[in-house]
């Protein structure tokens, strides 16, 4: 298309809006997928699940384990299958231990987050133990900032039963510094404690770059995308104040990993951008 073709396209774009004729939305894009829910394929054929993956749509991955693979071997996989892996999680215990190591590996990968998945239950039993937590998060940021990496924390529900009549998630995001620590909120979790992420979502605007994108039914069940009653359209709608830029899809105990990441990518890949 010449200059040309290109401004009167725009041209009657443009007017084709002001005259009240519907404009096409953009399909969200691109959709990621959260690799804990083909952990069982990766042990098995860990070259051959990304590639799987790729072929269902997906463009983003976030790791949950590299399952022996160099992170040089990783990058050259990802960039085999045109997929990019702006996240990876890794345990609590790495920010007490190599976590220098760790932040080198995910540069050389291409990784922008390194996302602490979960607290074990003994060290969240107290408000003390998750003020050690809030000052362990904003040291490790330091450091990962430095390296050029953001430290980030997903949630699921036990983040939300009271402590002394204080929520921790709360706690979390009062304590750790904004301009260090994010949160990758799991939109399955925060339902599931009966909370409301768009409550979190304008008390906190920007901390949420990153979501987990996983449906619940009446039953309080976890399902494929699409086949629950979590409002997709309303939390998209509301992605510039969260500040989300990645979407990874997820199902924990999926029956048939790659039906259901098939699924739940034709139904969220198909909501409209607004």
Do not use: C
Not at 96 to 110: F, K, P, R, T, V
Not at 168 to 184: K, N
Not at 243 to 256: A, C, L, M, S, T
């Amino acid at each position: 298309m010449d200059r040309r073709s290109f401004v009167a396209m725009m041209g009657s774009t443009a007017l084709a809006g002001k005259a009240g004729i519907p404009l096409p939305r953009r399909r969200l894009q691109p959709v990621g997928l959260q690799l804990y829910t083909v952990r069982e394929l990766m042990k098995v054929d860990f070259e051959g699940t990304l590639e799987k993956v790729a072929q269902v749509g997906y463009r983003e991955v976030e790791f949950a384990g590299y399952y022996g693979r160099s992170p040089e071997d990783v990058r050259s996989i990802l960039l085999k299958n045109r997929l990019s892996a702006p996240a990876a999680h890794i345990p609590v215990e790495t920010l007490s231990g190599d976590w220098e190591l760790a932040l080198e590996q995910a540069a050389a990968i291409g990784h922008e987050y390194l996302v602490v998945p979960s607290i074990p239950k003994a060290l969240r039993q107290t408000l003390d133990d998750w003020g050690r937590l809030v000052e362990q998060f904003n040291r490790a940021a330091v450091v990962a900032q430095a390296r050029g990496i953001r430290f980030a924390y997903h949630n699921h529900d036990y983040e939300f039963e009271p402590i002394d009549n204080v929520i921790p998630y709360d706690f979390l995001l009062g304590g750790t510094d904004p301009a260090l620590v994010l949160f990758e909120m799991d939109l399955f979790w925060i339902r599931k404690a009966g909370h409301d992420p768009f409550a979190y979502f304008s008390r906190y605007p920007g901390r949420f770059p990153m979501v987990h994108v996983k449906d619940m039914d009446e039953f309080g069940t976890m399902v494929d995308v699409g086949k629950g009653r979590i409002d997709w359209k309303a939390i998209i709608a509301r992605r510039g104040e969260a500040g989300i830029r990645h979407w990874f899809v997820e199902h924990d105990e999926p029956k048939d990993p790659i039906a259901s990441i098939t699924a739940s990518y034709e139904f969220f890949s198909q909501e409209p951008e607004r």
